[in-house]
């Protein structure tokens, strides 16, 4: 079997030669040699991740062994690879790397190497990070993150230290306990959980995604998501009650559906059911007549936007624990970012 380019097959038949026997082959061309190489390298580092028994970390991709399977571990059979082979290659190099990023931390004699590890692994997974890749496009700036918004968050995922201009002053926290007391441990723990200067910080953090969901419910077709908005607001009783009271008053029966976030980005296994629910009654991912080919698919826009909020207000957090006690040409600093320059213009 062969391409409909006959140049490619010579190209793969002599990289195939190359590959079986490279003292062989006089003048190769370039292209020829760096395809056996590639294969090489590519079967080699496959034939490793297999033999560890690592699991594939694309779920597209079923077993990192497969396309080893299929081709016989031949260059020449290269056109049985299966389809879209860079997705599989690029799998064996992803587990390869988590393992060998698992391997580096279990052995490091770091103080906080295995804090690190957990912080790792309650962030993975392609929902906790995808505010990472998202590319700032929408003018209602839901999607957008500053510089120092993308700093904090990253900081925060990989429990690295933040730069100092975003720390309070002389290791003292903005409750005013010194490290070593209340806030021993890594920088940026209390701010984040249990500084009780920083609480009205999280409630901003809380509504903004409140709204969020509220926006995404009013996407769907729902209707206004009147008892979420109305539930959310009230505080003032436990939600068994307040559900008891909305079922009085509507005239079909309401759930109180448990949508949970954690700090990492991770979503809850029923807020994951309560997404999937409400985008199949929005009655499709995407409507190439209504906008265009291009347009991302409605699941993927709010799978952003959600992530972008929790990563954004997770840094708010952490600025506003520095930020009260920035000198005026300090806190001015905030806002040279260039995305908040440009949002301005």
């Known amino acids: 079997m062969g391409s409909h380019y006959p140049i490619l097959d010579r190209v793969v038949a002599d990289a195939a030669a190359h590959d079986a026997n490279p003292a062989g082959v006089v003048c190769a061309m370039p292209i020829v040699v760096d395809l056996a190489l590639a294969w090489k390298n590519s079967v080699a580092a496959t034939r490793r991740a297999v033999a560890l028994r690592l ?27 299966p389809p879209h082979a860079q997705r599989e290659l690029s ?11 698992h391997g580096e931390l ?13 912080n790792w692994l309650a962030s993975q997974g392609p929902v906790a990070g995808r505010w990472a890749t998202v590319v700032p496009w929408d003018r209602q700036g839901h999607l957008n993150l500053t510089n120092t918004n993308y700093l904090l968050a990253f900081c925060r ?33 209390h701010d984040e959980c249990d500084c ?27 209707h206004n998501g009147w008892g979420a908005e109305s539930g959310e607001r009230q505080k003032e009783a436990s939600w068994a009650k307040a559900i008891r009271r909305k079922r009085d008053v509507s005239a079909s029966d309401v759930e109180f559906v ?15 059911k309560f997404f999937r629910t409400c985008t199949a009654v929005a009655g499709g991912d995407r409507d190439i007549d209504l906008y265009h080919w291009s347009t991302p698919m409605f699941s993927s826009v709010w799978q952003d936007t959600l992530s972008v909020l929790v990563a954004r207000g997770r840094a708010r957090v952490s600025v506003s624990a520095s930020a009260a006690d920035w000198p005026k040409r300090i806190r001015d600093m905030q806002y040279v970012d260039h995305d908040d320059f440009a949002a301005a213009h």
């Open 55 to 81: 699991p594939s970390h694309n779920k597209k991709v079923v077993s990192l062994g497969l396309w080893l399977t299929d081709t016989g571990a031949d260059l020449a059979n290269l056109l049985k690879m």
């Open 196 to 222: 009780p200067k920083r609480q009205w910080a999280k409630s901003l953090v809380h509504h903004t995604i409140v709204d969020a969901l509220c926006r995404f419910l009013k996407d769907c077709g729902f």
């Open 106 to 118: 279990a052995v490091s004699t770091h103080w906080d190497a295995r804090r690190r590890l957990v």
């Open 157 to 189: 995922r990989y429990r690295l230290e933040r730069p100092r201009r975003l720390r309070g002053p002389d290791g003292k926290c903005a409750c005013g306990h010194r490290a070593g007391g209340m806030c021993a441990g890594f920088d940026g723990d």
């Open 91 to 101: 799998a064996t190099i992803v587990s390869l790397n988590v393992h060998e990023f």
């Open 258 to 272: 448990p949508f949970s976030l954690e700090a990492g980005g991770v979503w809850g296994p029923a807020a994951r």
